[in-house]
């Protein structure tokens, strides 16, 4: 399983992307993601949704628990922790790939 803190390699920071075979859609209670090349469909609930449109603007984890905390009125290392486990689940089922990008959005 590869890392899902962000990695710096020289001044680049490592970031989370979504897999070129993933597509999404958002409704009002969540979305759903669809894996074309594994032929899978997942459900996500309203956070889940907002993470995941979060990594799609290119947001490393940090940012994306704050903006969680923020918006859900928690605990900011609840959030870290949350978002970080929701992470490590798209990684396990190889829905995100890393991206390098220069610094902290």
Not at 2 to 11: A, N, Q, T, V, Y
Not at 23 to 36: A, H, K, N, Q
Not at 62 to 82: E, F, G, M, P, W
Request: net charge neutral; glycine share 8%.
């Amino acid at each position: 399983m590869r890392p899902m803190e962000p990695e710096r390699l020289g001044k680049e920071l490592l970031i989370h992307r979504l897999a070129d075979r993933i597509r999404t859609t958002s409704g009002p209670d969540g979305g759903t993601v669809l894996d074309i090349a594994g032929n899978r469909i997942f459900r996500l609930n309203e956070m889940g949704d907002l993470i995941l449109h979060c990594v799609q603007q290119g947001w490393g984890e940090t940012r994306i628990a704050t903006h969680v905390s923020h918006q859900y009125s928690v605990n900011q290392d609840l959030a870290k922790r949350d978002v970080h486990e929701f992470l490590n689940v798209l990684n396990e089922y190889r829905l995100l790939d890393m991206a390098k990008r220069s610094g902290e959005r």
